[in-house]
T-cell receptor
Framework: GAVVSQHPSRVICKSGTSVKIECRSLDFQATTMFWYRQFPKQSLMLMATSNEGSKATYEQGVEKDKFLINHASLTLSTLTVTSAHPEDSSFYIC???????????FGPGTRLTVL | GQQLNQSPQSMFIQEGEDVSMNCTSS?????WLWYKQDPGEGPVLLIA?????ELTSNGRLTAQFGITRKDSFLNISASIPSDVGIYFCAGQTYSGGGADGLTFGKGTHLIIQP
């Protein structure tokens, strides 16, 4: 149980384009999902909290207009990187929270490369 | 954002040896979690700790939630080749909407020499 998927696993795009990443909880409902970013050889950094049916909350320093989050159902959250630039190249990982508990299960990540 | 102080940064050990790593924080957390991440994949939850002083085992892994709620350690006994990877500690607080996003340590890279 507690399986989280992400799509796509890898994406390469040109600078200035937008990229959408999907995060799905496959066998449970998640009212809350989280988006993290991980640069090479670094740790995961929380970007935003995605709440079903309401606006996402962003961590300090994360541009909400650049990283659009939509949590339209209890099993799906999407992250759209708008007007991507090479410095946005990173490993984007989502997690889904089980109820209100502390357990978060992570997706396999999406490797974004912006040329 | 905040990061936890995790040490050691890397460990080179022989197969069969025991491993110990720890995390400290300047602030209190309600929950401590330990994850393992293989290259190119998402972190996998190993152990979750919910109470100060709690000692929990998962097979050869043992973790403890520090009494001050500002630290935690993870021990791996009798290491095997598949233990290779990066181990992250993570601290979590709770707000009105439930458990918050995680604050991660910088990771401990475990390398096992045959």
């Amino acid at each position: 149980g507690a399986v989280v998927s992400q799509h796509p696993s890898r994406v390469i795009c040109k600078s200035g384009t937008s990229v959408k990443i999907e995060c799905r909880s496959l066998d449970f409902q998640a009212t809350t999902m989280f988006w993290y970013r991980q640069f090479p050889k670094q740790s995961l950094m929380l970007m935003a909290t995605s709440n079903e049916g309401s606006k996402a909350t962003y961590e300090q320093g994360v541009e909400k207009d650049k990283f659009l989050i939509n949590h339209a159902s209890l099993t799906l959250s999407t992250l759209t990187v708008t007007s991507a630039h090479p410095e946005d190249s990173s490993f984007y990982i989502c997690s889904a929270r089980v109820g209100l508990s502390g357990k978060q299960f992570f997706g396999p990540g999406t490797r974004l490369t912006v040329l | 954002g905040q990061q936890l102080n995790q040490s050691p940064q890397s460990m080179f050990i022989q197969e069969g040896e025991d491993v110990s790593m720890n995390c400290t924080s300047s602030s209190i957390f309600n929950t401590w979690l330990w994850y393992k991440q293989d290259p190119g994949e998402g972190p996998v939850l190993l152990i979750a700790l919910y109470k100060a002083g709690e000692l929990t085992s998962n097979g050869r892994l043992t973790a403890q939630f520090g009494i001050t709620r500002k630290d935690s350690f993870l021990n791996i006994s009798a290491s095997i080749p598949s233990d290779v990877g990066i181990y992250f500690c993570a601290g979590q607080t709770y707000s009105g909407g439930g458990a918050d996003g995680l604050t991660f340590g910088k990771g401990t890279h475990l390398i096992i020499q045959p």
